[in-house]
Structure formats: C-alpha cells, structure tokens
C-alpha cells in the first residue's frame, strides 16, 4: 500500500516521500492506520544536525515517535486488539530477552528498537506496523492526541517516580518545555503540594502557571547561581525543593538544581546536553546526601500514562500550540524549530478523510 511518510535524507534533508509497505504480518504485530504524531527535539535534531550523540542518519530514515493509531488489521497471535481500535503507540519495542527486559527495566535493554532512532524508522507517515503488546487502546473519551501525547507524558512518569515524587514534595522543575511541563503535570497528579518552575522564557513560565504550577521563576543567562539561588529560596517561602527534576540539560542550570535541593533530597537529570562532562559541584550534594539519579525514556509507564489522562488528572492538551497536516510536515518542522508563536508542542494529523481513503 501507498505510504505518504515523513523522511530525513542527511542533516538538512526533509523530505515527503511516497513509500510502500507490505500488508503481510507478524503474528504478534498490528497494522495502524497513523492517527496523530506529536514532534519531538530528537525529532527536529535529526533533521537539522543529523545525529543525536552516537545516533547518525546514515540512511533515510521516517522520524515520529509521538503517536497514535486506528488498528487496520491485526496478526494471527493477537488477541486484545481488533480492527478500529484506536491506539497509543509505545515507541520503544525492546528484546524481551535480556538481563534488563526480564528485570523490568526494557528501556535499558541494548537491542531495543525505537521509532525515528537511527537506523530504526519512526511514524510520521500514513501506516506503520508495530508490536500489538506496546500498543494501548485508548477509552472512547481520549482523543488521539492525548493518545499521542502520553509518549512525553511517560517521560514525566519515568522522572516522577525515579524522583520519588509523593504527597506533599516541594518540587523543583529546571525548564518549561514540553517535557518540563509534562513533569510538572505528573508532579502535581503524585501528590506534589508545591511545583516551581524555571525557564529562560517568561513565555513558557506562563504557560506553565495556566497548567496548575505554583510558582515560575525566569532565570536571566547572566544571572550568578547566588542570584538564582536566592530566588528559588524565596519562591519556597524560605526552604527548599526536596525534589529537583532538572529538563534542560544546560550545565549552569544542572550546577543550580543540584546547589538549591534539600539536603537528603533527590535531584533527577532528565535534559541531556551536548558534553557528558560537566563542572558541577558534586562533593556539595555527597556531603549533602543529594541523591542524583538519571532517566533513559521510560519503562512500564504507558498505563499509568493513560490512567493520568482518561481520569482527568493530567491535562496534556494545553501542551499543543500548532496543528499541521501530513503533506505539510516540513512546515510543522518549520514551527518546531524556530519556536516561533510561542510554539510547544506541534501535532501532525495523519488520517487522511473517509472519503479519499
Ligand atoms: P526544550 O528545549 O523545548 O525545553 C528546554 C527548556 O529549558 C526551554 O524552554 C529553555 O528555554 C529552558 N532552558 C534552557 N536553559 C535554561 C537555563 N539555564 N535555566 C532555565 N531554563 C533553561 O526541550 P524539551 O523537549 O522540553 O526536552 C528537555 C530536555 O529533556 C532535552 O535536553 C531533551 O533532550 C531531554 N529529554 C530527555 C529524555 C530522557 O529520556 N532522558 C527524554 C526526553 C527528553
Ligand atoms: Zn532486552
């Protein structure tokens, strides 16, 4: 079948291209009419420096991995989904066999295939195949974006709990992007009594205090950490966040959350930034007991994700800022790129109408 898809050739090289894909199946796979796909940074960082860390495009590759889908046809082994069932798509479809997928902890599993990561393609395109297990079947009153957006929402899950968020934390919240905000959401839907956050951007501290933040806080490039220090000291009436989760991999703001979390406190790194090497004052938060802690996307979050979202307590929607059209995803890349309009998170409908279909 004609496959419209979203594809990056090399760096700088985005292009619609018409592809085919065989209607054949795995036992165990789905076919998935796209639905929605939200655009991610790792999506737009693949197009604009063709590479992410040791991932290069060496070969053209779809991107999307935000995505939600109307199953179309199921394998012969699959048995909780049916054709017309519409879908959240977990990404990450890892080997199953491994010390870390027997574990639990799949995200970390070194064989994992994940969409738009290099050389594995994404779904930004019109039918895509995917395991029927990492596929959720979405409630009839959760649309296919929020079926979409429950991909950054994992993250936010992932970081919450690596954190240790729970009732009553004091939460600090280092960036207002997409991710940033899906934290804050997941914070406050665990019991957070107070989420503060930062942003060099006044625009997304406002877009973060219309999603239920208590407090924003706009860090000036040149500020000293004194400076931002004394402000987030004031923003927490005089103590500090017991749980720092830091979104923006910039080195002074990592230097920031670990200076300003409570002593014994949990500060979690989810932005990544482009040394693994930084200057950070590490003997401060082992004096201190500050626990550092990591995050690789997520694992067995997809439900919680969902439950979030189909009983109210997350609102992601407020995250969406732009829509475009499948055959106008180089604009939608356009939009993510620059920011421009206060852009967050762009979303590109993929369903063509029943008509044409
Ligand atoms: P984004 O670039 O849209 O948001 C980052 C925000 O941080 C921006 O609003 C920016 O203004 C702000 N910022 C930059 N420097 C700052 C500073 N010094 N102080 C305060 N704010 C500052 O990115 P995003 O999509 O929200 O993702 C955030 C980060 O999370 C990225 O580094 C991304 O790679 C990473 N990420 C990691 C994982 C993971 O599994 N670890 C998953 C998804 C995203
Ligand atoms: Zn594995």
Redesign the pocket.
Known sequence: MENLSCVVFTKGDLRMEKRTLEEDLDPHDVLLEMQKVGI???DVHYWTAGRIANFVVEAPMVLGHEASGRVVKVGSRVSHLKPGDRVAIEPGVPCRRCSYCVGGRYNLCPDIQFCATPPVDGNLCQYYKHAADFCFKLPDHVSDEEGALLE?LS?GVHACRRAGVTLGARVLI???????LVNLLVAKAMGAAFVCL????EN?LQVALSMGADAGIT?AKEQTADEALAMIKEAFKGDSPTHTIE????E??IRLGMLATKSGGVMVL????PSSYLNVPVFDAAVREVDIR????YANCYPTALEFVASGKCDVKKLITHRFELEDSLKAFEAAKTGADGAIKVMINCARPTEVR
Do not use: K
């Open positions: 991610c940074g790792s950054p993250v280092c960036g207002a992007g997409p991710i940033g930062t942003d060099l951007d997304r860090i979104c923006t991999g910039a002074s703001s989810v932005g990544v930034g990591g995050i690789f996307r």
